[in-house]
């Protein structure tokens, strides 16, 4: 063999092993996955309930795993910035992200084209309900006087909770329609989120407030606010004396503010089933049910498929409700 052919030879034996090795690397990568860091990307800012719920959700993950799970916040864009993050990592298992109600919202108002379908579900995890607080010593004692109040009434009462277009907007168009009003027989106030809007509340600057009841709980402890109904499909076991819609009204109507675990699209096989087992491991501990529960967030599970479905649910419903109110620009 002469020289040059030898030395062909050894470079063409070095590459073909590298690439052996490689592929070998690859496929022990996937099987023993994770082996490095996982990001979790939360489309919301540090300390908010999104952020406490996914800080949770990592460190059962990581001590499940073995390797770190590292909570990034990715907040602006009303939620875009973040769950574009999620949606447009590479899809290897080491970007996953915490999604919220928001994606199947965002698409309705025009700020983005990411939907539900845009991701690989994992689990849900979280929903809260609203409630339909109001003041005190409001004359309504029950929700089925207020309903009758505001059928009798129509453009009189003011709500708020959110921004224009938020869950808890969303929330009260929802429940105006399925007693045959129109979407604004209650005018919407927008407001920084369902705390300043319970202060003014209880200020009596405004008769409604459409929120989750732990987010009106310290009005309500305090009796500055009653809490009429929740729009579940069950009672809050942590406020059993509120009735849902369904009870005292007979509507079926409910929604909720809600977060779960996705992927990129495209998440190989078993990088889903590793991840999926390793979720219903952490909603099942304890540490994950006390903390939600000592924070008053409700607890709901959904596989992949299940929580594939509840979001195609709940972005028809969205778009229903956003054109009711004249807020769906798609």
């Known amino acids: 063999m002469s020289r040059i052919s030898r030395r062909s030879f050894m470079a063409t034996a070095a590459a073909t092993g590298a690439t052996a090795g490689l592929g070998l690397r690859a496929a022990g990568a996937q099987e023993t996955y994770p082996n490095r860091p996982v990001t979790l990307v939360v489309p919301w800012g540090a300390g908010g309930g999104t952020d406490a719920t996914a800080r949770i959700v990592a460190s059962l993950l990581e001590r499940d795993l073995g390797q770190p799970f590292n909570v990034v916040n990715r907040t602006g864009g009303s939620g875009v910035v973040g769950h574009s993050a999620i949606a447009t990592a590479a899809p290897d298992g080491y970007t996953i992200g915490m999604i919220t109600v928001e994606i199947s ?20 995890m979280n929903s809260d309900p609203p409630g339909v607080q109001v003041k005190g010593d409001a004359p309504w004692k029950t929700v089925k006087e207020l309903a009758d109040h505001i059928k009798a009434n129509p453009g009189k009462l003011k709500a708020s909770g959110t921004g224009q277009g938020g869950i808890w907007h969303l929330a009260l168009v929802g429940w105006l329609k399925a007693m045959g009003l129109d979407a604004n027989a209650v005018p919407w106030v927008p407001s920084n989120g369902a705390a300043p809007a319970m202060q003014d509340l209880a200020a009596g600057g405004l008769d409604i407030v459409t929120c989750s009841v732990p987010e009106g709980r310290a009005m309500i402890d305090a009796g ?69 529960k000592n924070r008053g967030f409700g607890t709901v599970w959904a596989d992949p498929q299940a929580f594939a479905k509840f979001m195609a649910e709940g972005d028809a419903q969205m778009g229903e409700s956003m054109k009711a109110a004249g807020l769906a620009k798609t």
């Open 105 to 124: 919202m965002m698409h309705w108002q025009g700020l983005t084209e990411l939907d539900p379908k845009s991701y690989t579900p994992l689990a849900l």
């Open 224 to 292: 500055k606010a009653r809490s009429l109904a929740i729009m579940a499909p069950a009672r809050n076991p942590q406020f059993p004396d509120v009735p849902t819609l369904k009870e005292a009204l007979g509507i079926d109507f409910t929604i909720g503010a809600w977060r779960g675990i996705a992927g990129p699209k495209g998440l190989p096989q078993p990088v889903q089933a590793r991840l999926v087992a390793a979720l219903d491991k952490a909603y099942k501990s304890a540490e994950f049910q006390d903390f939600m």
